[in-house]
Each structure stands twice: as structure tokens, then as C-alpha cells.
């Protein structure tokens, strides 16, 4: 007599993401039969780095839109690795995996720490940012990205070279000049870019890893200070962990979603 065990069911996992550690989960899960997954991005990037397996692109329409996606995509689990300074998505997540009664992780990458010879200056938010800029320099690197670069715009008294991945949509001043591109970068790259146009103060947010980290490392080397904007503070009803090992390790003991 011929038996046939019966295999697992499967978890369907969401992932909300836009960042390494999205799509180094996404290439991790789709190594696992007993896991299905969906990475989802905003749509910002014209031309995003796409993860391993199935993708949807766009706003759920609030966390009442995504407690409905969830719902009726039969999510078992959602991991928010949406980048640091995502805070509407990251809220909208919390409150829609509670509505839902999905199981939910917010995976977050650590921030930077400083080291000897660096000349960090922290400030809470992007409006501290621009207060405190002028004192800093006068030739700027800004790297906070597209969004936050119109709150840079009236600093006309100073020079600003904005690193972005697509451009904005508003007309930039002459005071303001972009450069589009993405990294992951190196030293050498950075401290040429330094250089070249003669930075004396960078800007950035606190977004951790080590794909962007060179420009701090530049920073130190030619002794510049740096403008550093603080992570918004931690959502206290997130279980976070700071690695796609540990994320993977908590799927494994989420339970299958009855019906
Ligand atoms: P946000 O301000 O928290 O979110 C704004 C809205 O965009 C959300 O309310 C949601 O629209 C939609 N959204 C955000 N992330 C989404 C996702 N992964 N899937 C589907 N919809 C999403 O976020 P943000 O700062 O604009 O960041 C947007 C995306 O860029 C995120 O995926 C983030 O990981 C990535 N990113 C952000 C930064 C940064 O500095 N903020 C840097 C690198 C990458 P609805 O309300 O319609 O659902």
C-alpha cells in the first residue's frame, strides 16, 4: 500500500518594498516551497530595480486599500522593508495588518554610526536641515532625494549639487543643479564627485547599509562636515528586526490564515 504525505500549505507572503533588503527577502523566499510571494513598490522610479518573483507596482489607496488588498490576495504575512524614512507606508502597514489580522514585521535596516574623524551634525527632520545648512558650507552635495529637495530650493545664498534617480517634476533653480544617478557607489567615485566641485558639506539622510555609505567615508576623508537628517522615531507597535536572516527565520513560524 502506497501512502502520500500531504505537504504543507502554502504562505503567501507580502512584502512592501523599495529597497536591498525587499528584494534580497523576495530572492530568499523564492528558494522556499512552502512560501509564495509579492513584492510591492510605489512607483516612484521610472525604471525601479525589479525583485525576484511576482511584483505589483502602485498605492493600495491608504491602509483601508491595503487592509482590502490583503484580504483578498489571502495574505498570510507582510514584511514592511520599506526604506527608513517611508512613514506613511510604514503606518498604513500597521494599521492594516491589525484590521486584517495579518501577521506583520517591519524590517529595517540599522543606521550609521559615526566614526573617529567625521564631522556629523544631527538634526531631526529636513526644516532643521535647511536652518542649519548655511552655517555648514556653501557648496553642497544634497543626497535626501527628489521629495525632499524643494524644501532645499529657497537657500538661493548657496551652491547645490542634488544627487536623485529620476529628476523632479518642478523647474530647478540655477543655484541647483542635479545629477541623476544610483549606486551603489565607492570611495573613489565619491571623493572624485568631491572634488570636482569643490563640496564643502554633504547631506543625507540616516538610511543605513552599504550601498550608499562611501559618501560618508569621502566625508571624513576630506574632512567635511556632514549634515545628518534623524530617522523618524520607531512605530512602538512593530516587532523590527535588521536582517533578511531573522525576517526569514520569523516567516517560518507564521501560521497558515484559516479559509
Ligand atoms: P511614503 O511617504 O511612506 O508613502 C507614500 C505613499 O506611497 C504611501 O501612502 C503608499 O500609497 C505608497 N507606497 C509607499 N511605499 C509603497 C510600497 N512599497 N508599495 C506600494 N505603495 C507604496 O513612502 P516614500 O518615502 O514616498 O517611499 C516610496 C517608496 O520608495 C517606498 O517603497 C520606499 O521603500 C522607497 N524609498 C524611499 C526612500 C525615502 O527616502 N523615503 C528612499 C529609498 C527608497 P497609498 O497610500 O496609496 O497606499
Redesign the pocket.
Given at each position: 500500500m502506497s501512502t502520500t504525505m500531504a505537504s504543507a500549505p502554502e504562505r503567501r507572503v507580502l512584502i512592501?518594498?523599495?529597497?536591498a533588503e525587499?528584494r534580497a527577502l523576495a530572492a530568499l523566499i523564492a528558494d522556499q516551497p512552502a512560501l509564495a510571494v509579492v513584492s510591492?513598490?510605489?512607483?516612484?522610479?521610472a525604471d525601479p530595480r525589479l525583485p525576484v518573483g511576482e511584483v505589483r507596482i502602485?498605492?493600495?489607496?491608504?491602509a483601508a486599500?491595503?487592509t482590502r488588498w490583503l484580504t483578498e490576495h489571502h495574505i498570510d504575512a507582510m514584511v514592511d522593508a520599506?526604506?527608513p524614512?517611508?512613514?506613511?507606508?510604514?503606518t498604513?502597514a500597521v494599521d492594516a495588518a491589525t484590521t486584517a489580522g495579518v501577521a506583520h514585521l517591519r524590517l529595517e535596516r540599522p543606521g550609521w554610526t559615526a566614526q573617529q574623524g567625521d564631522r556629523w551634525h544631527r538634526v531631526p527632520n529636513v526644516d532643521a536641515a535647511v536652518r542649519m545648512l548655511p552655517t555648514l558650507g556653501r557648496r553642497v552635495l544634497l543626497t535626501?532625494?527628489r521629495?525632499s529637495i524643494a524644501a532645499f530650493l529657497p537657500l538661493s545664498g548657496l551652491w547645490i549639487l542634488a544627487r536623485v534617480v529620476d529628476a523632479p517634476a518642478d523647474p530647478i533653480p540655477a543655484h541647483v543643479q542635479l545629477l541623476r544617478s544610483r549606486g551603489p557607489y565607492t570611495l573613489s567615485g565619491e571623493l572624485d564627485l568631491m572634488r570636482t566641485h569643490r563640496i564643502d558639506v554633504l547631506v543625507t539622510?540616516d538610511?543605513g547599509g552599504p550601498l550608499t555609505e562611501a559618501k560618508l567615508a569621502a566625508a571624513r576623508h576630506l574632512g567635511l562636515p556632514v549634515l545628518m537628517i534623524d530617522r523618524p522615531a520607531p512605530l512602538a507597535s512593530s516587532t523590527v528586526v535588521t536582517t533578511v536572516e531573522e525576517a526569514m527565520r520569523w516567516l517560518s513560524g507564521v501560521p497558515v490564515q484559516p479559509g
Open positions: 512592501l518594498g523599495g529597497t525587499a510591492s513598490l510605489a512607483g516612484r522610479v502602485g498605492g493600495f489607496g491608504g486599500g491595503l520599506t526604506h524614512y517611508a512613514t506613511r507606508m510604514r498604513a535626501t532625494g521629495q539622510k538610511s
